[in-house]
């Protein structure tokens, strides 16, 4: 299994970026797939998740209403839509599987130690 996020930038606050996470030998239709971020000096945050199916979604209260994850289950592709950036959200994005069907989240957390494979990251760096 291989995961590869890319996409990460500079970008001033307020705008957008689109992260990608290229998946290879991982059953993206059938199992969830998260993102991470680790800001420099910080805990590894779960942000998002989709489910196998698509049709459940988790979001961090620190994300919720500005990012996006979607997928391309034919392309082996997963995308995170980040709309209003703000400095805080300054990290090294990670793409991580799970190999469950659905989001591994425990009280309103996902916690990293829920995931079986992780990609290399990509850095995000929102300036104000």
């Known amino acids: 299994v291989q995961l590869q996020a890319s996409g990460g930038g500079l970008v001033q606050a307020g705008g957008s970026l689109r992260l990608s996470c290229a998946t290879s030998?991982?059953?993206?239709?059938?199992?969830?797939i998260s993102w991470f971020r680790q800001a420099p000096g910080k805990e590894r945050e779960g942000i998002s998740c989709i489910n196998g199916n698509g049709g459940s979604t988790y979001y961090a209260d620190s994300v919720k209403g500005r990012f996006t994850i979607s997928k391309d289950n034919a392309k082996n592709m997963v995308y995170l839509q980040m709309d209003s950036l703000k400095p805080e959200d300054t990290a090294v994005y990670y793409c991580?599987?799970?190999?469950?069907?659905?989001?591994?989240?425990?009280?309103?957390?996902?916690?990293?130690?829920?995931?079986?494979?992780w990609g290399e990251g990509t850095l995000v760096t929102v300036s104000s």
């Open positions: 991580a599987g799970p190999e469950t069907a659905g989001c591994t989240v425990v009280g309103d957390v996902m916690p990293p130690e829920g995931m079986d494979y």
């Open positions: 030998g991982y059953a993206l239709g059938a199992y969830a």
